[in-house]
């Protein structure tokens, strides 16, 4: 029953609600009434359904009440705060522009303005308002937006006069007496709105406010004991206020200007850390406090905010950054903070300051990128009468010895007006050093030249003995051995060689002097005394010098003497054991021991199967059987050879020892076929040759003349006499000409010579090598190439080794590394001549890497850094190549050790590379702190590879913006902007860098 009760209630209401409306539809007046008496009532909703429901039945001709009615319609969507609000209040406005209600409106559209946060366009609507118009409270609303309306466009005179009014107001006055003094404070004019902030400072809405102005305003009026007192009141009653980082930065200033720097160190730090917004000059007060109470390693954060800018600031930010570093033993940074200071002219004095101490940081650093002579430079440019002036004069002419660019350092040298000894002394220095990079670089002339100027500097002796030793190591790898031995022995005989380096080297030096000059007596006394004094048993040299005691006394016939030495290298296993092997043998053979040669040199083969000298080995020992009579072994020896080195010089002997083994045991047979197969197998050689003149003995021994002929004629030979002869002479005429050099004519001829005779004739392998040899001295690589394929394409020829190696190299220096590599790699599996097999090795390894082949490249090294007869210098490359290789494919763990090893020494190429690569593999690996530690122990090496050690410095530059620390990546590039002088792709890839800095700093 409740339910029904229930909806009868509602029913009978809806009844009720439904003829109360049916009757203010058909009564618009009483409609238009209630809207009124409702907007009075602030009963807004139902004020608007009232005059909306007059508007839709009014009589249009009552046209005051229309518009009184869309006024309240209007201010009831105004107090309604309806998103229509401004839009019905700028059409009414627009519809009824003489209204009596347009001040009313305008007032009400800019309050809504006002609130929407259209602080100008409210000014511009509320300037029209007749405030007289207004009643008491709109008024005062009207002050306070107008008010607020110019406080946020920094309008604080006009704002200033809209709060006045409304102090004491009691609804505004505290929030007017805010307002009024923030209008005072940002107009400067402090006394007048301190007290405004004093009237309202414990206020609960406020006091989060109003003190930290009133602190502000005693800063500006400089009442410092105020400051103090207020702020310590200020930090206790208000502890969790963040605003309390200003407060703090304020008492830094404080105690900044009472030079009670701890203090002000540790309120910046305070307000650092509470605000993270500080001025640029509350930094640098941060900075020189920290500098100041010592602690420098705290100066350098704030420093660097300051720092950067061009002005006064930035550049005594620089300056004290400079300090900051030295004093923390931070000699790069230091160096770069001190270029950038010197670089402005905003303080003159600052400047001063900063290029003297950027010349010296270069100075004791030994600049990078060789800035000392230019830093000594430009700071006598710019300040000639500076205090500094005489100290940084006397330090020139060590800094120009210092500095790596030695040619610059010449130059620099060259154009002073005034000379003295130091200076004197410094150009020999550097006419030594520039001699020593051509050394280096294997221009021997030049380095020659070099050191002889540098010895002409003075007409007394020299300051540096080392010069003579340099120019004699030059001398001596230019083939001049008696000026190379000169200058060795004028350095030995200088009492201050002995306290030099390389003066026990001296002594293997002038023993190879004397031993090319076949002087062998001296030249083991030499080399005996470097023997004696070298301490290192196993290092490459020492043995080497054994080897040389060795053939000294074997070139004297002292054999005993001779088979002790190469004994001792024998046994050590190392480079050249293999020669020494060999020597022993030859040395019992002399003796006539052949059966103690043959042991000796099986115990070679066994040994040193890759030998340059185990192919020799079996053919000595094949001779041996020979002259003992065994001819079945010097057979089957001989047989052996060509199996296992076909490609061999000493297998085309071998063939023809074969024939005359067979002859000597009388089994003509077998002789003729020995030899013809040396005519087959080996065309064009002398042995060839020899064998042709065997085989017509054999058949004429027989009385075959026929046979011989018709033997000659399966071979295409020629079998008219004539014609041999006329062959012979047109051949001998062409080589003569090509003996005595004169290499066009001769081309001419062997070409002629091989167009009217070949393939027939006798000398058609001889004619082909002197052809592409002709052309090759006249650097007409391509004629010489198509004539050095023939070679490598008649197996057995004498000449396959010379012409794959000279094939390789023209299409190398081609850049057709992939015909180079097939010209390496076959040339490598048929040599057995150890510079041939060393060139085809790094000829395959260089190749595989330059056709981005990293597996090839891989396996290369791994023989070369197996074969322990490998020079350190192929070992040193084959190392790098792999490593390279790995780094490829994204092995760089496999890359680590190789990295590790050749970044020992920086002086060579692969070492600053490898320096390089290893600093940035730990940066692949995130692991900043190695990666930084390996880029600083580069800087440190003194290396001259100077592209490495700059993209190190570009590494660097990423590490720090890897850390957020865009400042100090900044400076690493601008060092090289500034210092760099390589035509290469750094300066463009340090020209990106600074770009996606800037980029990551501005704001979008």
Known sequence: MKKITLLCVGFTSLLSLQAQQTYTYSNPARAFQEGKEQYLQQQFSASEHSLQTYLQTADPSEKSKIQEAEYFIAANAYELRQSDATDLLKAYVEKYQGTSMLDNVKFRLGILLFEQKQYTAAIKELDKVNIKKLNTSDENLYHFALGYCYTAVNEFTKARDQFKPL???????????????????????????????????????????????????????????????????????????????????????????????????????????????????????????CMQSGAYDQAVMPLTKVAGETDALGQNAYLALGNAYTKTNDRLKAQMAYANAGKLTFDKGAQEEALYNYALSTYESNAQFGETVKAFDNFLSIFPNSKYADEVNSRLATALIQSKDYTAALNAINKLKTSNAQVIAAKENILFHLGVQQFDKKNYPGAIANLTEALAVTSRRPSLVQIYFWRGESYYRAGEYAKAESDFNTYQDDPRSSRDANFHLSYYDLAYCKFISRDYKQSLLAFMRFAGGEHEAMSPTYIDALIRIGDCYYMTRDFINAHKYYAQVVAKGKAGSDYAEYQIAFIYGLQKNYRGKITELNKLIENFPTSNYAANAYYEIGRSYIIIEQYDKAIETYNALIKKYPNSEFTRKAALEIGLAYSNTSNKKEALTAYKQVVNSYPGSSEAKVAMENIENLYVDQSDAEGYVSYRRSLGKSTDITSVMEDSLVYTTAEKVYLNGKLPEAATLFSNYLSKYCPQGNYCIKATYYLADSYMQQQKTDEALSNYKKLTEIQGNPYMEQALAQCASITYDKKDYAASLNYFKTLEATTSNKEYQEAASLGVLRCSHLTNDYGS?????????????????????????????YLAINKSDSAFNDLTVLSKNVRTVFGAEAKYELANYYFQKQDLKKSEAEVMSFINLNTPHQYWLAKSFILLSDIYVKRGDNFQAKQYLLTLQDNYHQQDDILSIVKQKLQDIEKSVTPK
């Not at 502890?239 to 200007?257: F, L, Q, T």
């Not at 910046?268 to 941060?286: G, I, P, V």
């Not at 490249?857 to 190549?881: G, P, V, W």
């Open 857 to 885: 490249t891989i396996k290369s090294a791994n023989r070369i850094l197996n074969n322990n007869l490998a020079s350190s210098d192929m070992s040193t490359e084959a190392r790098f190549y792999r490593a390279k290789a």
């Open 167 to 289: 102090i004491g107001v009691e609804k505004y006055d505290k929030t007017a007496n805010y307002y009024y003094g923030y209008s005072e404070y940002a107009l400067g004019n402090y006394d007048t709105a301190l007290p405004y902030f004093e009237t309202i400072q414990n206020q609960p809405e406020f006091s989060p406010l109003a003190p930290y102005y009133i602190i502000q305003i005693y800063a500006k009026q400089k009442e410092y004991d105020k400051v103090k007192s207020y702020g310590k009141t200020i930090l206790e009653i208000n502890s969790n206020n963040p605003k309390n980082g200003e407060v703090h930065r304020i008492m830094g200033e404080c105690a900044y200007r009472d030079q009670d720097y701890k203090l002000a160190a540790a309120d910046f730090a305070k307000a650092f850390t509470t605000d993270k917004q500080l001025s640029r000059a509350s930094f640098y007060m941060w900075g020189m406090s």
